[in-house]
């Protein structure tokens, strides 16, 4: 007998609850919660009610919709100051880039009109040390030759050319402390010739070349 009662019980209570779940699904239907409405087209023909078919605010734009609109509007404006930034770092590496080229350019122009001026002056002593190197050896011929042949040799000569190698022996006698042989040749010369030449050498400066 008991557990008849206890059965019958059990049955009343899981009526009761299908009876709850099925409301609850009707009503949450009908408020447009959840979409059931195929299931229970019926239920609302028999009883004359018309399902909620309008979406509510809170369905269309919950607030966790506007929430992560913010965040994402948010990061864009981030982003968008990012890219700002990142546009005026490349804008002034590329002007200190031009800047740096334009350094590069003038001392490379530097530097190589440097090498042209090296260049210039090593060519300018070369010639000046091998127009010293001949004048030193005119004067040894010069000074080992008899006076009278040395100025046979002179007269063939301009007479700056003249000048320069008498200038040398002078230089050299000087070195090898020697009596320098300018004199005697001027003694052997052309007297109008001679007179010229020590003109000459007393008027203008020494040259290099």
Known sequence: MAQGSGLGKSIVLLILIIIMVLGGLLWFDYLGVINAKKLFAP?????????????TATSSKPLTADLDDDRLAK???????????????????????TQYDAVMQELEDRRKALEEREATFQAQLKKYEDRDAELAKIASYWYNMPPKTAVAEIDKMED???????????????????????????MNMDPERAARLQRKMTNKPQKLD
Not at 169 to 181: P, Q, V
């Open 75 to 97: 990061r864009l404006e981030a982003l968008d100051i990012r890219t700002q930034e990142l546009d005026k770092r490349e804008g002034d590496i590329a002007k200190g880039e």
């Open 160 to 186: 700056q050319d003249v000048i320069d190698v008498f200038r040398k022996e002078d230089e050299l006698a000087t070195l090898g402390r020697r009596a320098s042989m300018v004199s005697v040749w001027f």
């Open 43 to 55: 239920a609302y023909k028999l009883i004359g009610l018309k399902p909620q078919t309008s979406v």
